[in-house]
């Protein structure tokens, strides 16, 4: 899987978006774009998504570079309940011979709400 | 509440002895993963079940570490001989094999201590 590149730490006024970005310049034409967060002391949230296209969810919407060698999360009207750190990860997809194992994690980005 | 539970959610152990933590995935979900994950990191993949089947458990950090699914529901991590530094958050996910595997949902933890 290709190796992703975050900010360690982020600070975002609440109700501002919050831009979360991240590099994976390394990326290969079947391997997607996954975000996933973690709010203290529970669990991994899987958050959003993609292969090329922009995608939104309820959550949040993801921006892909043409070149795919970077992306961005938005959460478009930050709360004080975002704050958690924040992992990108690159992975191919099942069907492409990425398997179905687990994922890899790096150190993530810690975003910090502010009030 | 039909999220990914665990028990329990907090083990202090003396150095030496045996510990077993459960998990219970989503119902409908036939993947189960297993993670670990210490202070300041993200997650590291352990281990994998489809159904009762273990496909990957390569990545087990020592032969003290074994787990099981036996009826391809509920889950067990067992430690053997506990050592400090198996101190950390351990981390169940599930996902459905017919969907995306790489969406996981994962439970909130169990916080083991070695004393």
């Known amino acids: 899987d290709a190796k992703t590149t975050q900010p360690p730490s982020m600070d975002c006024a609440e109700g501002r978006a919050a831009n979360l970005p991240c590099n994976h310049s390394?990326?290969?034409?079947?391997?997607?774009v996954y975000w996933y967060r973690q709010i203290h002391s529970q669990g991994p949230q899987y958050i959003i998504h993609?292969?090329?296209n922009n995608e939104t969810n309820e959550m949040a919407s993801l921006i892909i570079t043409e070149d795919r060698k970077s992306s961005t999360l938005i959460l478009p009207h930050a709360t004080l309940r975002d704050t958690a750190v924040y992992y990108c990860?690159?992975?191919?997809?099942?069907?492409?011979?990425?398997?179905?194992?687990?994922?890899?994690f790096g150190k993530g980005t810690h975003l910090i709400i502010q009030p | 509440d039909t999220g990914v539970s665990q028990d329990p959610r907090h083990k202090i152990t003396k150095r030496g002895q045996n510990v077993t933590f459960r998990c219970d995935p989503i119902?409908?979900?036939?993947?189960l993963y297993w993670y670990r994950q210490t202070l300041g990191q993200g997650p590291e993949f352990l281990t994998y079940?489809?159904?009762?089947?273990?496909?990957?458990k390569s990545r087990l950090l020592s032969d003290r570490f074994s787990a099981e699914r036996p009826k391809g529901s509920f889950s067990t991590l067992e430690i053997q001989r506990t050592e400090q530094g198996d101190s950390a958050m351990y981390l169940c996910?599930?996902?459905?094999?017919?969907?995306?595997?790489?969406?996981?949902?994962f439970g909130p933890g169990t916080r083991l201590t070695v004393t």
């Open positions: 079940f489809q159904n009762e089947a273990q496909l990957e």
């Open positions: 990860i690159v992975r191919v997809d099942e069907y492409s011979g990425g398997g179905a194992d687990g994922l890899t």
């Open positions: 390394t990326i290969s034409g079947n391997e997607y």
């Open positions: 993609g292969l090329k």
């Open positions: 996910a599930s996902s459905l094999a017919s969907g995306n595997p790489h969406e996981q949902y």
């Open positions: 119902s409908e979900h036939n993947r």
